[in-house]
């Protein structure tokens, strides 16, 4: 089955005690991505790849890590939460070949930094 | 730059009515067009996608929606809703050139209330 996992699905930690979510997907995407969701604000991507060692910021890239060193895995990493990272993340995945194909969401990890 | 505008952060409807929900976009030529769904608590599922050919497209769970050039809008519609449809909905822009053919701009969303 075709699918982007995502763990943990739930954490809360306290600020400045790094941390690291994971991100993999089965269908040999290239492009893979990152966003946060906060009420009202829909969701905003923070960091995006292209391929292997590749990434790039998205909109809100501050206070995230990102790393490519595989296709399949795309861990965003925080090395010094604040609660202003309490978000809903979603990892996203996508073909680069299918243009205009949508994109593959994870279920999600619901962050709270106190 | 790229915007997605939702004007209607909430809307309730009765069961059996039909459902229009507005989604405006910024785009310096005809982009991707995308609507998502998240029911609450979970992930984001794709309804339906545009990026050329026939203006109205049929998604799944009965919902279509309509791109209209002259308008920059793309419209998601259904002509009877049922109470699972209870979610927030989210349209959502992508590029169609460049490096940054992967990235999705989302509006704020439309949450979607059904009453009985």
């Known amino acids: 089955e075709a699918q982007v996992t995502q763990n943990p699905r739930y954490l809360i930690t306290v600020t400045g005690k790094k941390l690291t979510v994971t991100c993999s997907q089965n269908?040999?995407?290239?492009?893979m991505s990152w966003y946060r969701q906060d009420p009202g604000l829909g969701l905003r991507q923070i960091y995006y790849?292209?391929?292997?060692?590749?990434?790039d910021k998205g909109d809100v890239p501050e206070g995230y890590k990102v790393s490519r060193k595989e296709k399949r895995n795309f861990p965003l990493i925080l090395e010094s939460p604040s609660p202003n990272q309490t978000s809903l993340y979603f990892c996203?995945?996508?073909?680069?070949?299918?243009?205009?194909?949508?994109?593959?969401f994870g279920p999600g990890t619901r962050l709270t930094v106190t | 730059a790229q915007s997605v505008t939702q004007p209607d952060i909430h809307i309730t409807v009765s069961e059996g009515a039909s459902l229009e929900l507005r989604c405006n976009y910024s785009y310096g030529a005809t982009p991707y067009l995308f609507w998502y769904v998240q029911s609450p608590g979970q992930g984001l599922q794709l309804l339906l996608k545009?990026?050329?050919?026939?203006?109205l497209v049929q998604g799944i769970k009965g919902f279509e929606a309509e791109f209209k050039r002259s308008q920059s809008s793309f419209n998601l519609r259904k002509p009877s809703v049922h109470w699972s449809d209870a979610a927030e909905y989210f349209c959502?822009?992508?590029?169609?050139?460049?490096?940054?053919?992967?990235?999705?701009?989302f509006g704020k969303g439309t949450k979607l209330s059904v009453k009985p």
């Open positions: 790849s292209m391929n292997v060692e590749v990434t």
């Open positions: 545009y990026f050329s050919g026939d203006t």
């Open positions: 269908m040999n995407h290239e492009y």
């Open positions: 996203a995945s996508k073909s680069s070949r299918d243009r205009g194909l949508g994109s593959y």
């Open positions: 959502a822009v992508g590029a169609t050139y460049g490096g940054s053919q992967g990235n999705l701009i």
